[in-house]
C-alpha cells in the first residue's frame, strides 16, 4: 500500500487528503472491489494536447493498479461553460458544438487510458443533468452558500474589477459536484485550476448521503513559451494527434530548465533517473532532450517513427540539410508578396502571424531570410519555403 500510494503522489500537488485514499485503496483491496476515478472532460475544443494528458496519466496509473476508470463527458455542464480561471463570462457553446467537439475525445484519450470494458467507463453528463428538474436544481444549489462560491477566486478578482459574474455561474460546480453523486464517484482527478469545483464534489457527495470523493490535484502543463500554461490558444501547445516529426520538434524545442518538469509530469521514469538525466554534469542535455522526447512520442507512435523523427531532426537541425519529405504547393509563376506566399502555402494560420513571423527572423526562402512581409517574391519551380525550424513547402509551377 505505501508503494501504491508513493505512484498515485507522484506529480501531485495536493491530495484531500491522504489518509482518506489510503484508507480507500485498503478497503478497496479488502473488498475486493474496483475504486471508481472520475475525471470530467468538457468538450470545448476538439482536441486534447499534453497538458491535458497528465492528468489522463494519473488516472492509467489507477487503471494499472486495478481501478475503473470514469470519464464523464460534459455535453450539458459545456453549454454553461466553466467559469475557472474566466475574467469574463465564458460563452454558451450549442449542442452541435459541443457534439462535434467530443466526437474526438474519446478517440484520443484512448492512447493514454486503458479502454478495456472493466477498466473503463464513459458517460455522458446530459444522462443525468437533463432529466433534472427545477425542484431537484433549486434543492442542489440549497446544498452551498453564496459566501462558499464567492470563495473562488475568479469570482473574487471580477466582483472587485466591477466585473459581473452572473448566477448560471454558480450552478457550473454545483452541477459538476452533482457529477460525482451520479457516478459515485471514489476518487477525482483535476489540474489545480479545478480544485474548487473537485471540493465542491466533496461537499454534495456529503450531502447526498455519500462518502466523499478524494480530490487528487495535478500541476498545470507549462507551455512550450515556458511561461503560460499550455493552451491550444496560446499556440504553445503539442496535441496529441501532432505529426511524429512536429511532435518531436516541438519537445526538442522547451528550454533545459523545463525538462525535469516534463519528465516528471509526462513520462514513468524513475524520479532517481530524472534526476540523474537533468543534471549537466552527469548527461548533455540534448541527450536528455532526446530521450525525452522519443519516451512522449512512443506514447502516441511506435518506437520505430520515435527513431525515425530523432533522425530527421538531426538531419535537419544539426546538419542544416533538407527534410525528406516536403509538401508541393502548386502557385502560380505572379510575384507575390511574402506574407501573402506563406498564407498561400499554408505555413501560417493568418495573414497577421505571417508579418509576425516575417519580422522576426523566422522566414526564409531559398535559404535567404526575408525580414520585410511586403517584399515581392516571384515564385521558381523547387522554391523551397522555410517558416521556422519544422515548417517547409516546396513550390511547383
Not at 154 to 160: D, E, H
Amino acid at each position: 500500500m505505501r508503494e501504491q500510494l508513493k505512484l498515485l503522489k507522484r506529480g501531485t500537488v495536493e491530495v484531500f487528503n491522504e489518509q482518506e485514499l489510503a484508507d480507500k485503496l485498503a478497503g478497496a483491496a479488502k473488498a475486493g472491489r474496483q475504486l471508481r476515478i472520475k475525471l470530467g472532460l468538457d468538450p470545448t475544443s476538439p482536441d486534447i494536447h499534453l497538458g491535458h494528458t497528465v492528468v489522463l496519466r494519473k488516472m492509467r496509473q489507477f487503471q494499472d493498479l486495478g481501478h475503473k476508470a470514469v470519464l464523464i463527458i460534459g455535453d450539458y455542464t459545456a453549454r454553461i461553460g466553466d467559469p475557472t480561471g474566466q475574467n469574463a463570462t465564458r460563452p454558451m457553446l450549442s449542442p452541435e458544438q459541443i457534439e462535434e467537439n467530443a466526437k474526438t475525445y474519446l478517440a484520443q484519450a484512448g492512447k493514454i487510458l486503458d479502454t478495456s470494458q472493466d477498466k473503463l467507463e464513459v458517460r455522458h453528463n446530459t444522462e443525468w443533468l437533463e432529466k433534472m428538474t427545477l425542484m431537484e436544481l433549486i434543492q442542489l444549489a440549497a446544498k452551498k452558500t453564496v459566501a462558499q462560491m464567492l470563495q473562488r477566486d475568479s469570482f473574487k478578482q471580477r466582483l472587485q474589477n466591477d466585473i459581473d459574474v452572473y448566477t448560471h455561474e454558480f450552478i457550473y460546480p454545483l452541477m459538476q459536484g452533482y457529477d460525482s453523486v451520479a457516478v459515485k464517484s471514489d476518487v477525482e482527478l483535476g489540474g489545480t485550476d479545478q480544485t474548487f469545483n473537485n471540493l465542491v464534489g466533496r461537499d454534495i457527495q456529503r450531502a447526498y448521503g455519500q462518502p466523499p470523493q478524494i480530490v487528487i490535484t495535478m500541476p498545470i502543463l507549462v507551455g512550450l513559451d515556458g511561461k503560460e500554461k499550455m493552451s491550444k490558444s496560446k499556440g504553445n501547445y503539442i496535441g496529441v494527434t501532432d505529426e511524429p516529426n512536429d511532435m518531436f520538434g516541438k519537445v526538442m524545442s522547451i528550454s533545459d530548465e523545463m525538462m525535469e518538469n516534463y519528465f516528471t509530469l509526462l513520462t514513468s521514469l524513475p524520479a532517481e533517473k530524472i534526476t540523474e538525466l537533468v543534471n549537466s554534469e552527469k548527461t548533455h542535455p540534448k541527450e536528455a532532450k532526446v530521450l525525452l522526447a522519443k519516451t512522449i512520442m512512443m506514447q502516441f507512435y511506435d518506437e520505430k517513427t520515435a527513431d525515425a523523427a530523432a533522425a530527421e531532426f538531426d538531419k535537419v537541425f544539426a546538419k542544416g540539410q533538407l527534410p525528406d519529405e516536403i509538401p508541393d504547393v502548386k502557385i502560380s509563376a505572379e510575384p507575390i508578396m511574402a506574407s501573402k506566399l506563406l498564407l498561400a502555402c499554408k505555413l501560417v494560420p493568418s495573414g497577421g502571424e505571417a508579418k509576425r513571423m516575417v519580422k522576426q527572423g523566422a522566414v526564409e526562402i531559398d535559404k535567404n531570410k526575408i525580414n520585410d512581409p511586403n517584399t515581392m517574391i516571384t515564385p521558381a519551380d523547387g522554391m523551397i519555403i522555410q517558416v521556422g525550424k519544422r515548417k517547409f513547402a516546396r513550390l511547383k509551377l
